[in-house]
DNA sequence: TAACGATACGGAGCACTGTTCCGTTTTGGC
DNA sequence: GCCAAAACGGAACAGTGCTCCGTATCGTTA
């Protein structure tokens, strides 16, 4: 889907591969210790390449982004079916993907940050994040409706969202729990 | 409390007291028109004064905000002992009062989104709204509480950060409604 | 294997923003 | 009117995103 997906890459140059794996690994690595607002400049650095480089293979941060955290995504992703599945109730495998989420976003600093829609040039990641889960959200909220568990009236966008803003900032305040009021949230959807 | 107030300014000069005053309007216009995060040069220009100006009256664009919002805070810090002796129920008076910090902060542009404590130089931003308006809502948290109303394991200061995460770009995104969410977390607080 | 066009690289440089610093101007008391 | 203190203005510096183009590398073809 992107020409920046490290596995699709049989028509480029070997280093132009090479290049592209080890930004993916330096990018990983700077974003656990700086954050995901780290300087381009510094993951460039770390990946021993000129600036040049890193905007070729990934002409904006949220591609980068998007590219070092899909496999997560997609983990994710897939576990809503699953879950459904294993679950005693709809409602039960709800919660626990939400859960898997907030996990996610918690762990990985400054990202919950950048998924709001505002941000200038990050369309793409919201993009990517929303067109990737929301649907599996969607899967799951309409399965937990149809069981009478919750309120039909909230999106699965809307509440993607809210989830995503309920987790900005939980890794830096100690007295901010995210997990604590997405529950809360979960709870007030029920009927 | 603190000497960018302009009501206590008898010992300053009377130049420095006009731009102050027109500094402020100024940064009120621009926020409007280009959000909180306006360029700090666009407010001293609309204000016809310098940078150094600026930043003599106002250290930190925090100041700034807290200055130019200082009255509205003040009005909404106010209303929550009023809301609890006018209401039914201190849970009604709970949701009315949230519902006013919700109005106040989706009206103004990208306000929401410099609330949360990491953004780096926002702490006197944070620290005011969260020194005013979270005994207040404690307030009417605990008043709750006492009626059996709600439970009573969410400190104030959490839902305080929560709700105003929920509101951050809000007022850029059409299928988002931050109000809707709010009452969701309001009601998954009720026993 | 040598040559050559296509591909990719590196990093200087530009644009934009926050912030500081200091020479100049204005103010207000004498 | 004079002068010291207060305040002003904006040039200059620093950090960051992003572009551009001369140079180096690759891989194919003869």
């Known amino acids: 889907m992107n020409d920046s997906d490290a596995g699709a890459a049989r028509s480029k140059r070997a280093d132009a591969r090479r290049n592209e794996r080890t930004l993916l690994e330096a990018a990983a690595a700077v974003f ?3 954050g995901v607002d780290a300087p381009v400049r510094d993951i460039a650095a770390r990946a021993g390449v000129g600036m040049g480089t890193i905007y070729r293979h990934f002409p904006t941060r949220a591609d980068l982004i998007v ?3 899909r496999h997560q995504v997609e983990a994710c992703a897939e576990a809503g079916p699953t879950l459904l599945a294993s679950s005693a109730t709809p409602h039960a495998a ?3 993907w ?3 989420f907030v996990d996610f976003l918690v762990t990985k600093h400054g990202l919950a940050a ?3 829609s505002d941000s200038a040039g990050f369309d793409t990641l919201h993009a990517y994040f929303l067109d990737r889960l929301v649907p599996v959200c969607a899967q ?4 937990a409706a149809a069981a009478g568990e919750i309120r039909a ?3 699965a966008y809307e509440l993607m969202r809210g989830v995503g803003n309920l987790c900005i900032g939980s890794e830096s305040d ?3 729990d995210a997990r604590r009021l997405v529950g809360l949230l979960i709870t007030g959807l029920a009927l």
Chains 1, 2 share one sequence.
Not at 140 to 143: E, S, V
């Open 67 to 69: 590219a070092v955290y």
């Open 114 to 116: 950048v998924l709001r």
């Open 98 to 100: 939400i859960d898997l």
């Open 153 to 155: 009236d909230v999106a």
């Open 174 to 176: 100690p007295d901010y």
């Open 94 to 96: 709800l919660t626990r």
């Open 140 to 143: 799951l909220l309409d399965a």
């Open 32 to 34: 656990v210790t700086s």
